[in-house]
């Protein structure tokens, strides 16, 4: 960010420097063995079942859906999503095409022609367009849905709007498709379980029959680590029994970072306080040519939007506020004349100056009628037409009814698509000035009664007629020249100093603490960064920092200073890479550890508790011995938690498989090695029917069964995922 303006300085020597180092770049691609361009893994972002996808598709797939999204949302500039969003959801549904597409065609899963069209035609939003229903029954008419779908393949090479319908008609087809047979196949699999009787009396069991009991139990927490002797070689032997706790789906990294926010300074601040201070004031400027001219203030102009334009970070606004909807600082301007000024003041990191523009009178309410001409893709609509055929439509109807006002009630009810006015001959009655969408409010509060004209909105063309007006608000046009709070070049080049000299020391783990301390920040550790993550815990989103960390040529030790959101820059050292099947034991250390510690703990409380129990009878003495009590409880096979012993399902397990009496050989749990007496086992009443819990539990695995078949089909294709090289 410092270097922004040096950079513009020097423009001509960048562009060679920049030309040089492409022509480096391209020559040292092409030569080198292992990362040629002419590789085929340089242009893909992965393969599915060993089926390439090119960059070039992909990137072509995720710019529709962008545009897709900005159409609906209304969001253009991507402020509440990213292009990597986009990319996880075109790689997902490339993965579920390709692997269930595959499954489907092995087994014979397909979907026919009629099939697909009694599918498409049973949909709710087909069979409800109104575009589809005959005129004289309302029912659905196949013929006109016929027609529709012949009109859009005719017309699709007639222009770009065409062939969008069209190969959005086909894409909803094809996901059609694939959905039918999807559901084929789940249903054969769903028709394929079974729970057998023998289940169901078990489940009965398992949840109706109690067993009482006493036991004494031996904690592996009451166990001081202090007693127990762990060797490099118990932990190797440990990792290596349990090395498939550690695999690794995909490859990690681990990293340290300091954070150093860049925010505008006293000084920034001062600075834009002093601008704004200086538009109140008359000012002079020197022409070239020697000549004085004098510049008007803010206070002194009369084209208040002019002056603002030049001026202010955000455009003029010509909206009208109510008095009555004035809030916080701007209640200051209530009963203020034009040319009454306030500031600056700051709002939200912004420094205002404000002057009331204009004054006028709005009125409270407003009673007018409408029509509404509607088109394919606006909100709530069931029109086929085209948004060029509403709009000449829409004029059209105006020039007419301004000469023949009288007809707007019949038209209205025969032409609006707004089916609910229509019946009313399109009136509205009367409304407030919040009751409608914003374009339709503003034609009727800030236009005379009579008036007719045209207002769009996202619901189509309205062709509106005021027939009256009520009340009088005083409402102001306020002018004001807004400036961000943002930080200076001074303040950035301050602030990247600071990272650069923590970057500096950041290889000595000591000095990189104590630095990062008395620089004012402190370091965080971020672990298992996956290759396609976006979010750093304290940095929100932040790609371009785990793209560094998985560029290849990275080496743990490396240090980097980056940016977050163009917030703050942040010193970044790479502390761990895991590559292979498995995690290593260094990066697992501590957890193999503890592992060896529960082992060697419940050996011990085993040991200790096989001494107690011998040439015992009853379990007061086994428990006197180790300074424990005797603890009862009553349990059954559903039950995780035994009461005063804590979660041990394991523990539970073994218990429900005991013949009542004294149990004095110890065993393992969970949590605790254990004695037991089980004194009853409670009766069932076994009713010889368990189709009640046979169904319950075939209730129970099917959807569970439907949410991992996509996943346990996925497992068995061969997938390669490269999308962190370009996202």
Known sequence: MATLERIRKRSGLLLIMVGLALVVFVLTDLLSSGNSILRGDAVNVGKINREAIDIVTFNRLVDERIEIYKQQSGDIALENASRKDFADVIWDELVRERVWGATM??????????????????????????????????????????????????????????????????????????????????????????????????????????????????????????????????????????????????????????????????????????????????????????????????????????????????????????????????????????????????????????????????????????????????????????????????????????????????????????KGSAFNGGDLGWFGPEQMVKPFSEFCFTNSSGEMGIVFSEFGFHIIEILGQKGSERALQLATIVRELLPSEKTIEEVYSKASRLASVASDPLRFEQEAAALGTSIRPVTDLTPMQEFIVGLGRNREIVRWAFNPERKVGDIDINTSEGKSYVVVKLTQIEDGTYRSLESVRDQVREGVLKEKKADLAFKQLKEAAQGNSELKPVADKLGVGVTNARINFTSNIIAGVGNDPKAVGFICGLQPGLHLTPYQGNIAAFVVNVKTIEPVNDPGDYSTYTKGLESAVKPFVRSQIFESIKKSARIQDLRHKFF
């Open 105 to 418: 065609q092995r087994l014979g899963f397909i979907v026919t022609p009629e099939e697909l069209y009694q599918r498409i035609k049973n949909d709710p939003n087909i069979q409800q367009a109104q575009v589809f229903r005959d005129q004289m029954t309302g029912s659905f008419s196949d013929v006109l849905f016929q027609n529709y779908i012949q009109q859009l393949q005719d017309n699709q090479n007639n222009d770009q709007e065409s062939r969008e319908r069209w190969r959005q008609w086909i894409n909803f087809e094809k996901a059609i498709r694939e959905q039918t047979a999807q559901q084929k196949y789940i249903k054969a699999v769903e028709l394929a379980i079974y729970v057998p009787k023998l289940f169901g009396k078990m489940e009965l069991f398992n949840n109706m029959q109690y067993y009482n009991v006493e036991l004494v139990a031996k904690t592996y927490e009451s166990i001081p680590d202090s007693l127990i002797d762990v060797k490099e070689a118990d932990i190797k032997a440990w990792y290596t029994k349990n090395k498939s706790k550690f695999k690794l789906d995909e490859p990690i990294r681990s990293i340290l970072y300091a954070s150093f926010p860049v925010t505008p300074s006293s000084d920034d601040e001062e600075a834009v306080r002093t601008e704004l201070i200086s538009y109140t004031l008359p000012s002079e400027k020197v022409n070239p040519d020697g000549t004085v001219e004098s510049i008007e203030s803010f206070i002194e102009t009369e084209d208040d939007s002019a002056y603002v334009a030049l001026r202010s970070d955000v455009p003029f606004n010509r909206d009208f506020i109510r008095e009555s909807k004035l809030e916080g600082q701007d209640t200051i301007f209530k009963g203020k004349s034009p040319g009454f000024i306030h500031g600056p003041y700051l709002v939200d990191n912004q420094y205002r100056l404000t002057k009331v523009s204009k004054v006028k009178y709005l009125p409270d309410s407003i009673k007018a009628r409408h029509i509404l001409i509607s088109f394919a893709g606006a909100q709530n609509s069931q029109s086929a037409r085209q948004p060029m055929e509403a709009k000449q439509m829409a004029d059209t109807l105006l020039t007419y009814l301004k000469e023949n006002r009288t007809q707007f009630d019949s038209i209205a009810r025969v032409l609006s698509d707004d």
